[in-house]
């Protein structure tokens, strides 16, 4: 009797193990990637956690046997990834007075939801959202010997998160504002928030239904003999270790020049050619052409979206004031990727005509095909470039 009651107890404890649902998905910095090929890299606290619970769908803890039932009778999957261009979130002391973005902030009641409200119907729709974070969340002082030096404090990754923001690219020529302390608080501040931090030694993974999604970024403005090198062997280490999309930033090209460098191209091309299956680029602050190239988008520059490092919109730099929201639609059957469809929906940067007010518009009708045309025709000089583009509304 007694023996039968302990199987009886053993059963229902194993009954019990096998009815936990356990919802994991995380931004982690693989560790394999810590070889030779980076030892060029800052030696930053490598072992910052960026194990994020991240993902936007979590199974229903009450119906595992429907769920595994689903995934018998459909293994395809639809995965919509939201690119944001150049995002500063702070400013720069040398701003005019009541023209921040703090300022701007303080004057609409100290709301995070603010600057992205206008972009917030596709970013919580989508499966994840990815912007070029420039700039640090940091108390930092000491600044870097340069001209432009931005920062905000540790709170205002609230934007991000109010926004439906869950990766940052911090690959750019602004992550060392503040220098090393202002670059390991940002990393450290978004890990804090359950944001994903991708770019220079970290590479982003994150889970969505099943689906694993690797994010890798490099501040490429002028061409490091190394890179070639180095991102085919983050990229390999990505598809090693199960990623089932990689999504490449790059920091690149020169700016307010609408047209790639052969450089760009030829990086873009490689990183493709390499293994990666989407290619966003960042920095000329300026929107640039996209490819296509062996059935993968490139696009060379997203421009400025939520950008506190411009006060004033119209100077001899700062005319053009179009920007976009980037949507991929990445179809998959087993796993593998068998279509991606590309969309955008058309932003101006700022509401206000003559100064920024940090919170871009959507602009429709005539003003919304102009922007798609203008980026048909941008790509037209390149190689593999586009010949047709949907608008989202």
Known sequence: MIKKKRVMKILVLLVSILTINIAFAG???????????????????KNNSNN????KNIADKEEPAKILEDTK???SNIITITAIGDCTLGSFPEVTEGKSFEDVLQANNNDYGYPFKNAYNWTKSDDLTLINFEGTLTDATELANKKWRFKGPKEYTNFLTASSIEVVNIANN???????????????????????????EYICTKNINGTKIAFIGHEVIYEPQDIYDKLKHEISTAREEGADIIVCSFHWG?????MPTPYQQKLGHYAIDTGADLVIGHHPHILQGIELYNGKYIAYSLGNFVFGGNEILYDKKHKDVDTILLRHE???????ISDIQLSIVPFRLSGDKEYNNYQPIVLNGEEGIRIKDKLINLSKDLKYGIKSLEIEN
């Open 254 to 258: 020169i700016e307010y020049n609408n």
């Open 27 to 45: 931004c982690d910095k693989y560790t394999s990637v810590k070889d030779e090929l980076q030892n060029k890299q800052l030696n930053t606290n």
């Open 174 to 200: 602004h992550s060392f504002d503040y220098l090393e302390e202002g670059y390991n608080d940002t990393v450290k501040n978004m890990n804090n928030a359950d944001i994903g931090v991708s770019g220079n």
């Open 330 to 336: 990445i179809n998959l059957q087993d796993k593998k």
């Open 52 to 55: 994020i619970n991240s993902e």
């Open 73 to 75: 009778e459909d293994n």
